[in-house]
């Protein structure tokens, strides 16, 4: 891969009540890094064919609440490659939360901007052996 060329992933999913862990329809925070990890395996699949592995977060910050019913996007991008590590770093976007229109349980609001409800970098490493131009 060139320097210059980026490589970047997105996941956008609705989160259920099944994914409420506190009162309130509080999301644990650690489905975001959940959802970090999918878009680190696919960023590693697209720039060396292989899933590779997640070593370390350096940072993890979490800005903003979520709660069942909104829908989240995960963005991340490969900052730096080395002979097997790959630097990147993780974005989490709240993109449509409830309304809470008292009577209309079922209304929502597009947020424009989205939030920022987390963010992350963090290293993987795909070994040298396994690294494969994909295609």
Request: proline content about 4%; aromatic content about 6%; overall charge negative.
């Amino acid at each position: 891969m060139s320097d210059t060329q980026e490589i970047t992933s997105m996941i956008r999913l609705r989160l259920g009540s099944h994914d409420a862990h506190y009162a309130g329809n509080l999301v644990d925070g650690a489905k975001m890094l959940q959802l970090f990890g999918d878009v680190a395996t696919e960023l590693l699949i697209r720039s060396d064919g292989d899933e590779g592995l997640f070593v370390a977060y350096d940072k993890v910050e979490f800005l903003a609440p979520v709660l069942a019913g909104d829908f989240i996007e995960a963005h991340g991008r490969i900052t730096q490659m080395g002979k097997s590590s790959r630097k990147m770093e993780f974005e989490a976007r709240k993109v449509i939360s409830a309304a809470n229109v008292p009577g209309q349980v079922s209304a929502a609001d597009v947020l424009n901007p989205p939030v920022v409800v987390c963010r992350a970098s963090g290293t993987c490493v795909v070994p040298v052996g396994f690294q494969r131009k994909p295609g």
